[in-house]
């Protein structure tokens, strides 16, 4: 879409397409006792409830896959860094989490020549 300005023409970027963004609550095993204990007397972990917040990048029967990063090149996203994926089975709820307006465009700055500081 182009916009004129002062005479001028923009060229507005597309907003990227983005995955969705989600709020899981899932739960997940607490880290095992290590001291021997009678088996009448245990006591100790207990299952830890979590919370993930990421770009929901895949997702099947038998897991969620979430990323905290992503890359784009273009309008795309092209790569993904922080997967983490959580069983389907420990999911107890996924949020799709909206944004008030559209993502923001960011442009790279100009290159100076000199490095920031």
């Excluded at 021997?36 to 207990?46: A, E, F, I, K, Y």
């Excluded at 409830?49 to 770009?55: A, E, K, N």
């Amino acid at each position: 879409m182009a916009q004129k300005s002062g005479g001028k023409r923009k060229s507005r970027k597309a907003a990227p397409r983005l995955p969705p963004i989600v709020l899981i609550q899932w739960e997940d095993s607490a880290q095992a006792a290590a001291e021997w204990q009678w088996l009448d007397q245990v006591r100790g972990p207990s299952i830890a409830d979590c919370y993930t917040v990421g770009f929901l990048i895949a997702r099947d029967r038998r897991e969620l896959k979430v990323a905290i990063n992503l890359g784009l090149r273009g309008a795309e996203a092209e790569q993904a860094a922080g997967i983490v994926a959580i069983p389907a089975a420990c999911v107890r709820r996924v949020v799709r989490l909206r944004l008030s307006s559209s993502p923001p465009s960011f442009s790279r700055p100009a290159s100076s020549g000199r490095a920031a500081g």
